[in-house]
Nanobody, 115 residues
Framework: QVQLVESGGGLVQPGGSLRLSCTASGSIFNIVYMGWFRQAPGKQRELVAT???????NYADSVKGRFTISRDSAKKMFYLQMNSLKPEDTAVYYC?????????WGQGTQVTVSS
């Protein structure tokens, strides 16, 4: 059984940084991408960033230049480095692993950007 567990969320001041981690347990084959999504109160879940096994990345326009997604396949982990955080980045962040026959999600970690 596959499980994804996020860590690294918390409270940070505007302009600060956080690094989210996602650890996968269980066997996952034929991954198409690994990604981070977020959901703010009253809003729909939205894509933040994705990375393929070959290293191709994709970012939402709102985070380009501030966030960086990376992965360590050997450790079955991937990360989201978030810099220059803004109050509008406040949300629950979810990690996701997608393949053609599956779609795994973590339980989410809260990120709050506030002074």
């Amino acid at each position: 059984q596959v499980q994804l567990v996020e860590s690294g969320g918390g409270l940070v001041q505007p302009g600060g940084s956080l690094r989210l981690s996602c650890t996968a347990s269980g066997s996952i084959f034929n991954i198409v991408y690994m990604g981070w999504f977020r959901q703010a109160p009253g809003k729909q879940r939205e894509l933040v960033a994705t990375v393929t096994l070959s290293g191709t990345t994709n970012y939402a326009d709102s985070v380009k230049g501030r966030f960086t997604i990376s992965r360590d396949s050997a450790k079955k982990m991937f990360y989201l480095q978030m810099n220059s955080l803004k109050p509008e980045d406040t949300a629950v962040y979810y990690c996701n692993v997608w393949g053609r026959s599956y779609d795994y999600w973590g339980q989410g970690t809260q990120v709050t950007v506030s002074s």
